[in-house]
């Protein structure tokens, strides 16, 4: 476990600011809540086998004397590096990019398990989209009943999308939460996203 | 024939009425066996006082009783003839209570009388007769009740005049006929009801026998035969919980419960040894009960995640996508029992987005006993998949730590997709073996402990029926020797001193005695923990005392849960308070891990003082100062210690030099036939010498003291070893005679050999 180097941070960061824009300022000054240490320390980025994780100083700090290969996971885990350098967010992050998103989509019912087979959004299953959206922004689906469901890339901006058909996709699927069931080892493996 | 009979029955309503009154007052003025009971006949309504009347009462009583007892006696081949007989007793009832009546009517009389006697005539004539005078008789009662009210005491009391009525009567003969013959078949068929009560109720009280030898030889070599198994195991119960009334002669108890042992475990699919052990846990009819239990699973449960829902929403959305579900009790706040479902409640939205978990209801239970408060330090030591550890989390709302350890790795994946996905983020997961954690995570470190210890699983057996076949006694005790390792170890990384906590929980999905209160035992003996209640109101009681073994009285705080008594997994929660951080030292006894603090210690170089016991071990081995030797001869020590203790009833002094590390007054203890060193733990860099003399009592007083102190001086984590000969040494005193003649010859620092008469010579060398 060790915490990123630049190279790292700036693309761990970059790939955020897609999907909070502004509010990743937040996000990374966030007070820590879990009242470990008498003065409540903030969230940070720690690299440990190509994947990096969000979490609390305090419990990187009690997590050191853990060996290694003996360590398996700590905090959230929100993306991890592929072997070519590139970063990609998993859908574990997605708690962390719902409670931070600027930009969202709800998805009506009947498109729901289509997007949770890994299906994109169409017009047809949009129900409310986020104003101002620019294309290609990362987005967060939410259901109907504000259930997070995934996040992806915005295919088109709002405007346009009021002038698409029903069968054009507004929403390219990133990541969903159905992976848990999808996929061969129960989400186990933490599917890529971008 | 006889649905004719019953067509004119409906018809013939009013008339059946008045035939069956008929007969059965019939029926009650007749004795019963007795016989002449109503003799005389004075005073009795429906006969008239007279000699006519009385003669016929006895005739016709003595008939009858005659042919009562056939009837009671009947059996099968009687059939026809009995029959007949009760039909003509019927008839001739009916007749005889006619011919009691009207005593004035000679004439009527004179008629009858043949009839009665010609036994041999044809019966429908008979019948016929009788049903005749029933039916006069009837219209005269039917007629006569009006009259009731100016009752006379004349002759005939009831009215039963026959010669006014007669020619009415002729009319309603045939269906009268019909509804008499009727009535006749119903008292028969009672008879033969109550006759075969009889039989049956022989029948069942005839004793129930075990099965020969033969028979049961003949069994093995048929498949089995589930039904008669099932009755002869529902006998067995029977006649064991009534048994000095049910027993068959020559049979006792023992072989109705090996009988019932092989019956169950052939009926069920267990091995012999798991069914003895419940046969022994139960008493018999509650063994049958837990055996019928794990046969099917146990309702579906679900916990909702208080970090991202709330009960009362989740409930309302899944009962809108179509499940059955209700609150699973009283006793939990975020459980939820599943009776069915539409949809697969593993892969709703809500399940994937973490806002509940799949979990069995006795899952629940050891976290609601630990209690995890917020901003403490946790450690739940065997994690996977982790339904616990989540619900640990939600109860401490994300903060402070949960350490998460696993020892498989396969099963790493799944406990931490379930940890992302509850919303968990205060959890670090490691890879251990939780018997090393304590030196991973550090001794007296955290505020609490959970251990869901690995078990043989024998209270999921309905989940694994692979179980009944697979766990043998060995698999037992190896798995009550890992959980004594594990508790130990929980046990050493709570901080005693622990604001908030100081608790550990230790749970198992078992039964059997030997993983549970036995490991309790075990803890409390070697460790300063006390158990206290988990605040679980249901549940048995942990049992104190069990076949050969005598718990701690406390170990009935601890909280046992069964399939058939409480609906829930087999289960078993204790929850223990460390009183302080001091470990106890008590000799190790058989079947029990070797102490792993102890012997880490150990192995940090305390001062082993006594090389020469070392000589005296068993192993045998020339080099008596290899580490690993150490704890071996540690072991073989603290056997001897105890078995010297035992043997001799006192401690023994400790002879130690400081400069060598051998005992130099071996002589003067085996002249005392008992020598125990004590070692003093060597972090506080001193070693208590004491030379054994010939009077152990007065050097022990001060020695003791000595030790005592330096314990105090050194804090808690002193550790005393104290290496005793062998028991074969303590045995043979005599031979130790010879050997201190050698000895003494043997200056003291120098290098020494014991003579072990059965073991090999082993060299002694010179330690730092």
């Known amino acids: 476990m060790r915490p990123l180097d630049e190279d790292e941070t700036t693309q761990v960061l970059e790939k955020l600011h897609k999907f909070v824009g502004s509010n990743l300022k937040h996000m990374i000054e966030r007070q820590a809540t879990d009242g470990l240490d008498s003065k409540p320390g903030g969230f940070c980025f720690r690299l440990h086998k190509q994947r990096v994780y969000y979490v609390s100083e305090a419990v990187v700090r009690r997590a050191t004397n853990i060996a290694r290969e003996k360590l398996s996971s700590l905090g959230t885990c929100i993306g991890k590096f592929t072997k070519s350098g590139k970063f990609k967010l998993t859908v574990t992050c997605l708690d962390l990019l719902a409670a931070h998103a600027k930009y969202k989509i709800w998805v009506k019912p009947s498109a729901e398990m289509s997007f949770l087979y890994g299906n994109h959004v169409l017009k047809s299953g949009l129900a409310r989209i986020t104003d101002n959206t620019p294309q290609h922004q990362g987005v967060v689906v939410y259901s109907m009943s504000d259930i997070p469901l995934g996040f992806g890339l915005a295919a088109k901006s709002t405007a346009d999308c009021r002038k698409l058909d029903p069968t054009d996709i507004v929403l390219l699927h990133q990541s969903d939460i159905g992976v848990v069931l999808t996929s061969s080892s129960r989400g186990c493996t933490l599917l890529n996203a971008s | 024939m006889f649905s004719t009979f019953r067509v004119e029955l409906n018809e013939t309503n009013s008339l059946f009425q008045f035939v069956n009154f008929a007969s059965n007052f019939v029926m009650a003025l007749l004795p019963g066996k007795g016989g002449k009971k109503r003799k005389g006949g004075k005073g009795t309504p429906t006969k008239s006082p007279g000699k006519k009347s009385s003669k016929y009462d006895d005739e016709e009583f003595e008939e009858v009783s005659e042919e009562e007892s056939p009837v009671a006696r009947r059996g099968k081949g009687k059939g026809n003839a009995i029959e007949k007989k009760v039909k003509k007793e019927v008839l001739q009832k009916a007749k005889g209570k006619r011919m009691a009546v009207p005593e004035s009517d000679s004439e009527d009389e004179s008629d009858y009388e043949p009839e009665m006697d010609d036994d041999s005539s044809e019966e429908d004539e008979d019948e016929d007769a009788a049903l005749q005078k029933l039916g006069s008789t009837r219209e005269l009662l039917g007629s006569d009740s009006d009259d009731e009210d100016e009752m006379e005491m004349d002759d005939d009391p009831m009215g039963l005049e026959f010669s006014d009525d007669e020619s009415e009567s002729e009319k309603e003969l045939d269906v009268e006929k019909k509804s008499r013959k009727i009535d006749a078949q119903k008292i028969l068929d009672e008879k033969d009801a109550e006759a075969e009560m009889q039989l049956n109720i022989q029948g069942e009280a005839d004793d129930f026998s075990l099965p020969t030898a033969e028979e049961l030889e003949e069994e093995s070599k048929r498949p089995p035969d589930l039904p008669k198994i099932q009755t002869r195991i529902k006998e067995i119960v029977r006649v064991l919980g009534n048994f000095k009334q049910l027993r068959a002669e020559g049979s006792d108890r023992g072989d109705y419960t090996k009988q019932l042992a092989l019956d169950l475990a052939s009926y069920y699919g267990y091995n012999e040894f798991l069914m003895n052990m419940f046969m022994q846990m139960f008493p018999v009819a509650e063994v049958v009960e837990f055996l019928e239990a794990n046969e099917t699973p146990r309702p579906v449960c679900l916990r909702t995640n208080t970090l991202k829902a709330r009960r009362r929403e989740l409930m309302d959305v899944l009962i809108n996508r179509g499940v059955n579900l209700a609150p699973l009790g009283k006793w939990s706040k975020v459980g939820l029992v599943v009776y069915e479902s539409k949809v697969p409640v593993g892969a709703t939205p809500e399940y994937m987005a973490g806002h509940y978990m799949l979990q069995s209801a006795s899952s629940f239970l050891p976290v609601m006993a630990l209690a995890p408060q917020e901003k403490e330090r946790i450690i739940d030591m065997a994690a996977a998949p982790g339904g616990k550890t989540t619900y640990i989390a939600s109860l401490m709302k994300n903060t402070g730590v949960i350490y998460a350890n696993e020892l498989k790795e396969s099963r790493l994946p799944s406990l931490s997709a379930n940890i992302q996905r509850m919303g968990v983020t ?332 059965k073991r090999q010579m082993k060299p002694k060398l010179r330690r730092k």
């Open chain 2, 426 to 757: 205060n959890t670090i997961i490691c890879n251990y073996d939780g018997r090393k954690l304590p030196g991973i995570l550090g001794k007296n470190t955290a505020d609490r402990v959970l251990l869901d210890a690995p078990c043989s699983g024998t209270g999921v057996i309905g989940k694994d029926p692979s179980v009944k076949v697979t766990k043998s006694g060995e698999d037992i005790v190896r798995c009550a020797f890992l959980q004594k390792e594990l508790i130990l170890a929980a046990i050493d990384m709570v901080d005693a001193a622990s604001k908030t906590g100081g608790y550990i929980v230790y749970s198992t999905c078992s039964v059997l005695v030997a993983e549970n209160e036995a490991v309790i035992d075990y803890a409390l003996r070697k460790r300063d923990v006390k158990v206290v209640s988990g605040g679980l109101d249901f549940g048995r009681p942990g049992y104190t005392r069990f076949r050969e073994h005598r718990f701690h009285p406390h170990v009935a705080n601890t909280r046992r849960f069964f399939p058939h008594a409480h609906n829930m997994d087999g289960f078993f929660v204790a929850k223990l308070k460390k009183m302080s951080n001091t470990i106890k030292t008590t000799p190790k006894e058989d079947n029990e891990p070797e102490d792993t603090a102890v012997a880490e210690e150990k192995d940090n170089g305390e001062a082993v003082v006594a090389d020469e016991d070392t000589a005296n071990t068993s192993a045998g081995s020339e080099d008596a100062e290899d580490e690993g030797k150490q704890n071996k001869t540690k072991v073989q020590k603290k056997k001897r210690k105890k078995a010297a203790v035992q043997e001799n009833g006192f401690d023994r002094a400790e002879k130690t030099t400081p400069s060598k590390d051998k005992n130099a007054g071996r002589s003067n203890a085996d002249d005392n036939n008992a020598v125990k060193h004590k070692k003093v733990g060597k972090h506080n860099g001193t070693v208590d010498v004491k030379k054994a003399t010939s009077k152990n009592g007065n050097e022990e007083g001060p020695e003791r003291k000595k030790q005592k102190n330096s314990r105090e001086q050194n804090g808690s984590e002193v550790r005393k070893k104290s290496p005793t000969p062998t028991k074969e040494n303590v045995a043979t005193g005599a031979k130790r005679g010879s050997e201190d003649q050698r000895k003494s010859n043997i200056s003291p620092g120098g290098q020494r050999k014991q003579f072990n008469s």
